[in-house]
């Protein structure tokens, strides 16, 4: 004989509260969380402007983390400015206007698409490596063993990972708005019927240092974000694999939704300076 359970009506009062104690639960959250990483954020300078400066390990990581994403940043902006130029070009063409498709692809791209698309790319790439690197260590206990002998985890692990991603980030966006812009001006040149030299007038024209400084200000915090959600991530890993796992897909999820809403937030602060 089976017996079946009677699932009691949720009350109008629990409909109401539920989705704002969920609200709260998630806004307590992220506060929690933003300041575990402003924490994390201030113990690295502290300890990482200090001898030594691990030198070795920087390099290290610039390699990994810069060299290594030049293919997928140069790829991903080439092929980017040849849609810009293409869809761009057929629009404005039908208003006889397509004569400044080297306006709008290279502005575009020096302001928003270089720095947004290559942190995007990199930082998913780059984020979900580290956190799975410093997850792999701390479920394993070797970040503990690294306290054991006596050094600080941040000092080894953090600032060298972070650095290395601040300082990569805009020089790999100032390569994706050369590449980018280029790509542009062979369809413009293959579709439009522009010329090389007047495609490159109008981009010398038009963008000045004010637009290469937004972009690389972007570009810079971007690198900065990442390096530091992906560390954080990492150290924070419990569970063994699947753990890492979890926190791997976190931290992608993480470093997109902060590029986003960082670019639109550094993008109307900085507006006013440009021009």
């Not at 575990?36 to 070795?56: I, K, N, Q, T, Y």
């Amino acid at each position: 004989m089976t017996m079946s359970s009677r699932v009691e009506p949720r009350s109008a009062w629990t409909v109401i509260t539920d989705p704002i104690a969920g609200v709260g639960a998630g806004t307590l959250g992220f506060i929690t969380t933003f300041g575990a990483m402003s924490r994390l954020a201030g113990h690295m300078f502290r300890v990482g402007l200090r001898r030594p400066f691990e030198g070795r390990e920087l390099v290290r990581q610039l390699y990994s983390i810069g060299a290594q994403s030049f293919s997928i940043a140069f790829l991903t902006a080439l092929f980017t400015g040849a849609v810009m130029a293409l869809q761009f070009g057929w629009s404005l063409e039908r208003f006889g206007a397509a004569s400044y498709v080297g306006k709008v692809v290279s502005v575009g791209f020096v302001m928003e698409l270089g720095p947004v698309l290559t942190a995007l790319l990199v930082g998913g790439r780059v984020g979900a490596g580290i956190t799975a690197e410093l997850g792999s260590m701390s479920v394993t206990e070797q970040i503990d063993a690294v306290r054991a002998l006596g050094a600080d985890p941040v000092k080894k692990l953090v600032w060298p990972r972070v650095f290395a991603c601040t300082v990569s980030m805009p020089i790999l966006a100032l390569m994706a708005d050369f590449v980018g812009t280029a790509g542009g001006m062979l369809v413009a040149v293959a579709e439009q019927g522009l010329t090389a030299s007047y495609y490159i007038d109008q981009v010398l024209t038009t963008v000045d240092i004010g637009e290469v400084l937004h972009g690389l200000i972007k570009a810079l915090f971007f690198g900065f974000s990442f390096g530091l959600i992906g560390c954080y991530q990492g150290l924070q890993t419990r569970g063994g694999t699947e753990g890492v796992g979890r926190s791997t897909t976190r931290t992608v999820v993480i470093t997109s939704i902060t590029i986003l809403v960082s670019d639109f937030l550094l993008g109307k602060a900085l507006l006013p300076f440009v021009g």
